[in-house]
């Protein structure tokens, strides 16, 4: 079972998750997507009764924020990760979030606050086991430094590919790959 989880202000129904779902339907990959609750707390509740519900291996996918969870998942459940560039830095970078904000999906709105932030504080990971991760990031993100990903997952699988955006252009260039990493239970 892989599951994509979306980054902030986003939901299942993003660019990145419905090229992976399509994939995943085409080769019989268990994939979900769910869309999550802005709320951090929250969040991770229900990626964490997900994770516990399903009896096949279970991989994360991640997306900036997502890539956030996806890592604190990943060493709370020993499970293999892709991090597409991720929010390493999730409480610094979303304090500039605060406030009120527009789901991209429905423009739906929502309040950012200081607990969510503080939310986010507790699900910081110091030492990553790196051998279960595979990092993708593009320089030219416009939205996070990849720099600070390639500081803090020094060691994990990578790849950096120059310019590039926040939504990592031409994912699909990587799903073998992916699959690859993910091992034997994604074999078709």
Known sequence: MIIYIHGFGSSGE????????????????????????????????????????????VYLMGSSLGGYYALYLSDKY?????????????????????????????????EWNASHLEMLESYEIEEPNLENLFVLLQKGDEVLDYEEALDVLEGAKMIVEEGGNHSFEGLDRHISTIQRFFGVALKL
Do not use: M, W
């Open 14 to 57: 993003a660019s990145k998750a419905k090229l992976l779902r399509a994939y995943c339907h085409e080769n019989n990959i268990s994939f979900i997507a769910p869309s999550l609750p802005t709320i951090p707390d929250l969040a991770i509740n229900t990626l964490s009764e997900l994770i516990e519900s399903y009896q096949e291996p």
């Open 78 to 110: 020993d499970l293999k990760a892709v991090l597409i560039n991720p929010a390493v830095n999730a409480p610094e970078t979303l304090e500039q979030a605060l406030g009120h904000g527009v789901n991209y999906y429905d423009n739906s709105a929502y």
